[in-house]
């Protein structure tokens, strides 16, 4: 059996939103449901180069098919600088379940972009009001794009709002949506402001205040993925109505890490988690709800289901490179 490789144009070509976003919250139906295998992710931190690597694997049944794999992804802050390389590099191993063998090797960053939008976009959709039209995202890189049509898949967004210090990237992000939407740069103060906000930035003192944030507003906290990150003051995430994805990724990298760990959120401070809502087990947003939180640090059988998706149709589409890894042929 071949091993099929993707590039990062095919894993895009072949992950649409509006599936990818049903496919993660089955994931997210699984793993509370306990159809799921998800070991930590592990972290091999390298001082010396100004990085780390994480390893993460999964394996996830959502009934009607079943499958498991591992993403390596890295993070390493001086690559655009230094080698003309990105932040986030990623490699993606699908694989059978029943056989062991090795269906698709692809590119882990653009799959990581895309589940990252969508696994934003089920939370927006069980959280945020239910007419939001305006969507504030702080952070304008690789990630911004991907909340945004994520989001508009299950939101009518008409406005939005762009912050970060680079105003080239601000401009692109711009550039790129403003045939599609009311889009501007902004402060962070005003994308705050919006009945959705995505923060998606590397940040390790918050950013965002409480008196910038709308009484009503929902917020997806993507940017902490490690210990020390830090997006939001911590008065918003004392008040909000606050939802995980997983409580040991959360309480270690997510956003809720650093107030965690000094003290000032405990367990009492967590509504529950995206699995228990989106199976019904507690409600989402419900009326007289003022911010509400998504800390998402991402998790390993979201890779699994967008894996699922993109394998599947470049199958049927033949995308992609044949070749055989195991040499049985």
Known sequence: METLLLNGTDVRENASMAELVPAIEDAFAAFERGDAQMPAKSYVDLPQYNGD?????????????????????????????????PTVLGTMIYSDPETAVPLSIMDGRELTMLRTGAAAAVATDHLAVPDADSLGIVGAGVQSYTQLRAISQVRDIETVVISDLDEERVAEFVATFEDDYDVRGGTVAEA???????????????????????????????????????????????????????????????????PWSEGVLDDDDIYGSVGEIVTGKKPGRTEGDGISVFDSTGLAIQDVAAAHVVYEHATERGNGYGFDLLGLA
């Open 53 to 85: 690597f994480r390893s993460m694997p999964a394996y996830l049944d959502v009934g009607e098919w079943d499958a498991a794999g591992v993403k390596w992804v890295n993070v390493h802050p001086d690559n655009p600088e230094k080698f003309d390389l």
């Open 192 to 258: 705050a402001a919006c009945d959705v906000l995505s923060t998606v930035t590397p940040v390790e003192s918050p950013i965002v205040s409480p008196e910038s944030v709308g009484d009503h507003t929902h917020i997806n906290a993507m940017g902490a993925d490690a210990a020390g990150k830090h997006e939001l003051a911590d008065e918003i995430l004392l008040e909000a109505k606050l939802v995980i994805d997983d409580y040991e990724q959360t309480t270690h990298s997510g956003e809720i890490n650093v």
